[in-house]
T-cell receptor
Framework: DTGVSQNPRHKITKRGQNVTFRCDPISEHNRLYWYRQTLGQGPEFLTYFQNEAQLEKSRLLSDRFSAERPKGSFSTLEIQRTEQGDSAMYLC?????????????FGDGTRLSIL | DQQVKQNSPSLSVQEGRISILNCDYTNSMFDYFLWYKKYPAEGPTFLISISSIKDKNEDGRFTVFLNKSAKHLSLHIVPSQPGDSAVYFCAAPPYSGAGSYQLTFGKGTKLSVIP
């Protein structure tokens, strides 16, 4: 069990640039989630995939955000035209088949800093 | 509208004593709860969970208690160890029939165990 892997660990970019993050879930997990965490807050749900299908999206996921999981394995989260408010830790999690009581296992996140 | 609340931002406990972390929720439809532990620069790690059909779940030094009538749960760590120093998050998925898997997190409590 290699755990959930996220790359890069840190990303610094200028406002207005596009950024893309990658998440590799635990191999046997078919569910994948993206969350965002800002200072002093708990993680906030962004979106969820079951295999390659994106089944839930939060209202936090504005039009500038897009997530994909093309082959049901790794996922990417892209933010276009970044803004100062996008500075946060972006967390990916995965879980196996089963009900909503299957614990989600998190990666170490990508910290995004917008200059 | 914060559905999961952790009202104590921080807690300090002497090594060997009991740590009690509290969590309140407002959504009576929640039927499953999880606790996660987070070290700096790492993602949250699943610690322990409890179903609403139980009022207690124990795993080694960690015990979670659920009081459904008060919409309150607590995590007890006995005995506390310096390695337990971390931020602890309470979280809940939607009720099991909702067909949703997004976790709602509290803001976290930072536990410091003093040697």
């Amino acid at each position: 069990d290699t755990g959930v892997s996220q790359n890069p660990r840190h990303k610094i970019t200028k406002r207005g640039q596009n950024v893309t993050f990658r998440c590799d879930p635990i191999s046997e997990h078919n569910r994948l989630y993206w969350y965002r965490q800002t200072l002093g807050q708990g993680p906030e749900f962004l979106t969820y995939f079951q295999n390659e299908a994106q089944l839930e999206k939060s209202r936090l996921l504005s039009d500038r955000f897009s997530a994909e999981r093309p082959k049901g394995s790794f996922s990417t989260l892209e933010i276009q035209r970044t803004e100062q408010g996008d500075s946060a830790m972006y967390l990916c999690a995965s879980s196996p088949r089963g009900g909503s009581n299957q614990p989600q296992h998190f990666g170490d996140g990508t910290r995004l800093s917008i200059l | 509208d914060q559905q999961v609340k952790q009202n104590s931002p921080s807690l300090s406990v002497q090594e060997g004593r009991i740590s009690i972390l509290n969590c309140d929720y407002t959504n009576s439809m929640f039927d499953y709860f999880l606790w996660y532990k987070k070290y700096p620069a790492e993602g949250p790690t699943f610690l322990i969970s409890i179903s609403s059909i139980k009022d207690k779940n124990e795993d080694g030094r960690f015990t979670v208690f659920l009081n459904k009538s008060a919409k309150h749960l607590s995590l007890h760590i006995v005995p506390s160890q310096p390695g337990d120093s971390a931020v602890y998050f309470c979280a809940a998925p939607p009720y099991s029939g909702a067909g949703s898997y997004q976790l709602t997190f509290g803001k976290g409590t930072k536990l410091s165990v003093i040697p």
